[in-house]
């Protein structure tokens, strides 16, 4: 249906009888400017096209730990030993730890306070004197003891979050350190404080929920882009962590059901022969099995024993170990296999009854969605255990994560909760992949692991069902966030701690400029095939933001670096408009007029100014010019330059154009029912996108077209785009699809479009060496001299 434009080229050249080329001045600024002086320089650690360079390295961290968890205290209590691995090619002085449970404490905490205004109301429980000076609230750790491996005292700092040990030598390059600490903590409510670990106390039952996160003194990050990454843990900015391999046991309460990070390896001393016979059952059950059942848990809640069992597990390559316990789990798994490696993984689910109904239905089918879609767009998942514990929050940690999810007292629910469920076990389960392989810096750049996550939650949600209500993807949903004032935004690349609007910039904003990327900018094929190769060069190490950008680049043949720039390093918004539509027929009964070109001939040419160079070159008597020895370079502009010839450079030469003649009758049929457009389109947002449109002509039919956003690259304020059409059209939307998230859509429509009385003249081009000759244009100065 539309008409074929390079055809009409071949055979017309057109004549405008007014000016409709919008051509304004270049307004070039740095939206295509390569992002080579913002980005670190590659190095023997980290390449230019972002994959690991031949130098990398990363240092790693075993841990051997033992627990006590005394629910009647509600206290943590901890030894644990580690091993330290010095892969850099730095000697160094002293180790960093995190002691992150000190966040809870009222006087080690990172101290980044906030600003605080009067409120309109408060509840009265809330409303107490200000402590000044800030009284100890009894959280935080508490280190008992910190010795070499032979229990020698070592010295040691904390300074708010972070712990410095001095070594009593320097660890020098491929040496080990091995070293051991004591501590214990009161375990917070969770609930009533915040936090991402702790306990929740269920009054019905009189029995608590623990979630044991951040509970032991970890290893800082020492890497070959920052050195330590201990900036201070505020509740905001999440890990950095090295991997290493865990061995920990947990001493609790008989009657708890204990899950972790890992796989068990003592089942048989802490299940009943009847759970132990379901958790074999579920480890070839292709539907959930439940391990511990609803029965059980109901009467487990019922008494509180007194006795203790020990639980074990171990957890290779992890970078992390979190782990749950109480009597009012029931539990449920089944066995799922990874197409692209065979890897055989036990999904599992644990939940209280109170999330009965709705995880006993959705849980570990949807851990095992997860992690088969996941591994499709990025790895094959690696780890032997996947598992989602309801626990009224969301957080996750490797193999293991804490979701909500809980039904009415009668065991009804929304399609709301359940959504909200669904879509938080497949985001929480997915960060196995962003951070726990995929091992970004989440203190520094949570969008690494939030954004991409988010990402790929989507992509998974859509295939769980097509009609899922995701609240975070497609380009439509953070139009609203997009349009905020500017004082309220900030670039994506910014720190954690010092975002206003974390969720949509560290979440949604990324998650979304990807989509876009996908679907919009790059195509699926390219796009999936560029993520999959991030993924595959930085699984189990730490990538920083330009490895992604630049392996995104690399393995894509796509120079995105204006989209990272407009989309991660600055705020601005897509608004583009279409500011005007011109729409002109074509004159095919215009009588073409020889054109008389009037012109005097122009001296030749001379440099204006005599500069240092030429002077020079003139006096050095070693120098024998070209021109000055070659006879056959020496022509009449040589000789002319020199004085030895004239041009009257007064007197008018003329020439005639007749090259061209009317379109014959034959081809005129082919034209005339030809309709020419002009769309002038302004960026009045900042942000550049390509132009996507849809034409409806006055038959009804539609014609879609999508130019680049490239053709912003020499004018970033304005661009036009002509269309030759064999119909006439009626109206023209500009991102019918919303795929841009372009925040004012009232100026992306243009009806009632007139048409022009003014037309474009039509000829047709004369052939032959006459033409072409007359065509070729002005006489020389030699034939104007009679010279050779």
Known sequence: MKFNILTFLLCSVFVFGQDIQNNPKSNHGNKFEQLGTILPTPNYYRTGSGAPGQGYWQNRADYDITAYLDEDKRNLKGSETITYYNNSPD??????????????????????????????????????????????????????????????????????????????????????????????????????????????????????????????????????????????????????????????????????????????????????????????????????????????????????????????????????????????????????????????????????????NLYRKFSTKVIAHTILTYSEYTIPYPYPVAQSIEAANGMEYPMICFNFGRTEKDGTYSEGIKNGMIGVIIHEVGHNFFPMIINSDERQWSWMDEGLNTFVEYLTEEKWDNKFPSRRGPAHTIVDYMKLPKEQLEPIMTNSENIIQFGPNAYSKPATGLNILRETIVGRELFDKAFKTYSKRWAFKHPEPADFFRTMNDASAENLDWFWRGWFYSIDPVDIAIDRVIAVRPDLDANPVAREISYKIDPPLQNAFEDKSKIINREDKTITFYTDKDKETQDFYWRYNRGQEKVDQNKEYKIKMDDFEKVPQKEKSKLENTYAYQIDFVNKGGLVMPIILEFTFEDGTKLNDKSSAQIWRKNEQKVSKTYYFDKKLKSVQLDPMLETADIDTSNNFWGEIAESASKFQVFKQKHGAAARGAANGKINPMQAAGKK
């Open 91 to 356: 000697d160094l002085e002293y180790l960093w730890l995190q002691l992150d449970e000190n966040e809870q404490s009222s006087v080690k905490n990172a101290g980044y306070d906030e600003g605080s205004f009067l409120p309109r109301q408060m509840n009265s429980d809330d409303l107490k004197v200000t402590d000044l000076p800030t009284k100890n609230n009894g959280y935080g750790v508490n280190l008992e003891k910190v010795t070499d491996a032979s229990g020698k005292s070592l010295s040691y700092v904390v300074n708010k979050t972070m712990m410095r040990i001095d070594l009593p030598t320097v660890l020098k390059k491929g040496e080990k350190f091995t070293f051991k600490i004591d501590w214990n903590y009161n375990i917070p409510d969770r609930i009533r404080m915040g936090g991402r670990g702790g306990y929740e106390f269920f009054p019905e039952d009189g029995n608590d929920l623990y979630t044991i996160t951040q509970w032991y003194p970890r290893m800082c990050v020492y890497s070959d882009f920052k050195g330590w990454q201990h900036n201070q843990f505020t509740g905001r900015g999440e890990f950095a962590l090295a991997f290493g391999d865990f061995k920990v046991s947990m001493n609790v309460p008989a009657d708890h059901i204990v899950a972790s990070t890992g796989s068990g390896k003592n089942f048989e001393q802490v299940l009943t022969p009847a759970q132990l016979a379901r958790w074999k059952q579920a480890q070839t059950a292709k539907e959930p099995i439940e391990i511990v059942t609803l029965a059980e848990a109901k009467k487990a809640e019922k008494s509180k024993s007194k006795e203790r069992k020990i639980w074990k597990f171990e957890a290779d390559n992890v970078r992390d170990f979190a782990w749950t316990s109480s009597r009012k789990f029931v539990w449920d798994g089944m066995k799922v296999i990874i197409p692209e490696n065979k890897n055989e993984v036990m999904a599992m689910s644990l939940y209280p009854k109170e999330a009965y």
